[in-house]
């Protein structure tokens, strides 16, 4: 049983595309995360979220909570932008992860 | 700030041996939690504590055991490793445990067992 499940698995894209990652979750949540994982494996986080939309330079995350549906956007996209993007949701004091989406930008 | 330090970053056992696996940070974080990642699987809870004292059980906590004695650090023992646990383990810490609050994660310790 996935509680977090993310689509694409892996995406590839030429640079300057707008791109869109989609999370969907099973349960009741206190936030949403969104995280990146770069080749060297280490994970930041890019954004938390429990209502509504936030706005980090050229990423976009939205959360529906009603639908428990999130998604990153990407616009732009550059080839530094290639990296694992992760879905985590909190609920109680547990956080499950998505099994992540692969982006590749091709110059 | 160092934010949250693990060592070591890679390691090898032997099936049966015993290793601790150190998660440290100096953010005065209450929540700090252990994570497996394996191919093909997200991330998975193995344990994690809201305050020095308190630890309680993740998604896979069979095989491994902590403890939080101060704040600051959040070891993750193996008893007796098996090659099952041989996987990529991340530490993260939050600055509390209630509410919504980022979570920040270490390096990472790449480990296997033979």
């Known amino acids: 049983k996935n509680e977090v499940e993310q689509s694409p698995q892996n995406l590839t894209a030429q640079e300057g595309e707008f791109i869109t990652i989609n999370c969907s979750y099973s349960?009741?949540?206190?936030?949403l995360h969104w995280l990146q994982q770069h080749p060297g494996g280490g994970i930041v986080s890019l954004f938390m979220l429990s209502s509504g939309k936030k706005k980090h330079g050229r990423l976009i995350a939205t959360i529906n909570i009603q639908e428990k549906h999130s998604s990153l956007h990407i616009t732009a996209s550059h080839p530094r932008d290639s990296a694992v993007y992760i879905c985590?949701?909190?609920?109680?004091?547990?956080?499950?992860f998505g099994t992540g989406t692969s982006l590749t930008v091709i110059p | 700030n160092a934010g949250v330090t693990q060592t070591p970053k890679f390691q090898v056992l032997k099936t049966g041996q015993s290793m601790t696996l150190q998660c440290a940070q100096d953010m005065n974080h209450e929540y700090m939690s252990w994570y497996r990642q394996d191919p093909g699987m997200g991330l998975r809870l193995i344990h994690y504590s809201v305050g020095a004292g308190i630890t309680d059980q993740g998604e896979v906590p069979n095989g491994y055991n902590v403890s939080r004695s101060t704040t600051e650090d959040f070891p993750l023992r193996l008893l007796s490793a098996a090659p099952s646990q041989t996987s990529v383990y991340f530490c993260?810490?939050?600055?509390?445990?209630?509410?919504?609050?980022?979570?920040?994660f270490g390096a990472g310790s790449r480990l296997t067992v033979l």
């Open positions: 993260a810490s939050s600055y509390s445990w209630g509410g919504a609050n980022v979570l920040t």
């Open positions: 985590a949701v909190k609920t109680g004091n547990q956080f499950y």
């Open positions: 349960v009741g949540i206190s936030a």
